[in-house]
């Protein structure tokens, strides 16, 4: 009869926070236990300092925006070029024809792998880490403009024939708004690797300023709370933005539903 | 005659799809001789293919891709295993998924190079530090797949194994894994391509074998070749372990069509 008095909502509320509060329990209990292998793990409360150091130091936020900043540039880049791109290969059989299997090679060599020749042709600045994260963008939005545009129903393009629709037309009135769904799962994914090379980008390519750098350096000093502190803030703007991406698309998705029952 | 058309097809294809390439090449080589850009950033194919060879006959590239396998493979097996088990765990208890679920989620959002930094902190820069590192990209996508695999196992499948009165084991390996096989050899196939990423990064931060050690000590001596032959080989090989793969899975999911396509 107990179980009646919680409601679904609470019992959502209570098992998200129940996890997080065991979590870190465990970590304070871990520390307390004095484990020899702990000796070097800063405990939970030393972290939430550090974070308290850090929200009143303008380097901080600095770095946030830094990183943030170069990921947008990159991830602009990179969509642009991979909706063109896809949209190219995704309209014209000859293109894809052509460069497909060029891109589906290149596509191969993991983006890690590409550092040592970028650094070497670009010296270590802000070029080839805008360029790492634009190209790892730009290959999940490519793939998915092309398979979004190649799998407009045959009926829409049918209709548009109906319409007399054709070129720039075409494309914008009935192709885009078709893929939309598919470009929107590109995007999200882009956004992804974007964020997830960034950090390749600061670690590998070094910079004065950065989350990535705040990460580095709080290895260069045995700061392990620094580091950690880094690698949440990572994860918690890594998150909200894909929250907010994810709200994005579905907004779009809604919109599109409604101007079609129009 | 529709087959020479075909054939024919098949030709043109293959012609459209070596222009590109061609022409990179070209200019490449045209850029280089015609002294657009000095050898010493950019190698010349010609010279490129003789240092593969060189390294191929010194017998360092045998050397250095075994080393980097190796790596992968621990790595690979250690963070592939505990994916696949914990998956299974996961999809089959739901406490234990409260539990693993929104650790997991967690961890995911946090970019696995920026756990480099920890690891070699606590792990120090030695192989172990690398097959963790290695075994961290290994572990996400399998146990996503498998946890994802395993939860989508059929009610009926269930039903059946109650009706034949299978437990643990026998369920395990009769029921649930042969259901969800299609599913895992995805992960297997992400997780081993995510291991040779991470094994390249994990060598990169310091080593001193592998092939991208081959590419960081080809920086530091300024030999640009070396960093290309290396760029080029883990292309190659990422292509050939995930050709291999997708192969294998598509032979998998032939098997599974006629058990799906059959009346229940």
Request: charged share 15%; glycine share 8%; net charge positive.
């Amino acid at each position: 009869m107990k179980k009646l008095l919680i409601s679904k909502k609470t019992k959502g509320i209570l098992g998200a926070i129940a996890f997080p509060i065991v979590f870190i329990a465990f970590w304070q209990l871990f520390i307390l236990a004095g484990f020899p292998s702990a000796r070097f793990l800063p405990s939970p409360y030393k972290v939430l300092q550090k974070f308290v150091i850090l929200f009143s130091d303008p380097t901080y936020s600095h770095n946030i925006a830094v990183s943030l900043q170069r990921v947008m540039i990159g991830f602009f880049i990179g969509t642009l070029a991979g909706f063109i791109f896809g949209l190219l290969m995704g309209l014209s059989k000859t293109a894809e024809k052509i460069f497909a299997p060029f891109f589906h090679a290149v596509r191969q060599v993991p983006m890690i792998g590409w550092i040592p020749l970028i650094i070497m042709l670009f010296g270590m600045n802000e070029l080839p880490r805008v360029l790492i994260i634009s190209v790892a963008a730009f290959y999940p939005i490519t793939l998915n403009t092309f398979s979004g545009v190649r799998n407009v129903p045959r009926e829409y393009l049918e209709l548009a024939s109906v319409y007399g629709y054709k070129g720039l037309t075409l494309i914008r009135k009935i192709i885009i708004p078709a893929a939309l769904p598919s470009i929107a799962t590109g995007i999200s994914l882009g956004l992804a690797m974007s964020w997830s090379v960034l950090m390749v980008a600061e670690i590998f390519i070094q910079t004065a300023f950065g989350i990535g750098t705040q990460i580095q350096r709080g290895r260069d000093r045995f700061d392990i709370a620094l580091v950690i502190a880094g690698i949440i803030t990572v994860g918690v703007l890594g998150y909200s933005m894909t929250l907010l991406v994810q709200k994005i698309v579905k907004a779009v998705e809604r919109g599109q539903v409604i101007s079609a029952d129009k | 005659m529709a087959k020479r058309f075909l054939q024919r097809l098949g030709l043109k294809d293959k012609l459209l799809a070596i222009i590109v390439p061609l022409l990179v090449l070209a200019a490449w080589q045209g850029a280089v001789s015609q002294k657009l850009c000095s050898e010493l950033i950019l190698t010349p194919p010609l010279t490129l293919l003789n240092t593969l060879l060189e390294l191929a006959q010194s017998g360092d590239l045998t050397l250095n891709i075994l080393a980097s396998l190796k790596r992968v493979m621990i790595g690979f097996l250690l963070g592939g295993t505990s994916g696949f088990v914990i998956g299974i765990l996961m999809a089959l208890s739901p406490f234990l998924n409260r539990i693993f679920g929104p650790l997991i989620k967690a961890l995911q959002q946090v970019p696995e190079f920026a756990w480099m930094p920890l690891i070699i902190m606590f792990l120090g820069i030695d192989e172990f530090a690398k097959y963790f590192f290695v075994a961290i990209g290994a572990f996400y996508p399998m146990v996503l797949n498998t946890y994802q695999g395993v939860s989508g196992v059929p009610e009926k499948y269930h039903e059946l194994a109650r009706v034949f009165d299978y437990k643990s084991f026998r369920y395990l390996f009769k029921v649930i894994i042969p259901s969800a096989l299609p599913s895992i050899i995805t992960g297997i196939r992400l997780s081993l391509g995510l291991s040779w990423m991470f094994v390249v990064g994990a060598e990169l931060f310091g080593s001193d074998s592998g092939v991208g050690y081959l590419m960081t000590w080809g920086r530091a001596v300024f030999q640009i070749d070396l960093v290309m032959a290396g760029l080029i080989l883990v292309g190659v090989i990422g292509f050939a372990m995930n050709f291999l793969l997708e192969r294998a899975e598509k032979q998998f999911l032939l098997w599974r069509e006629p058990v799906d396509g059959r009346p229940a």
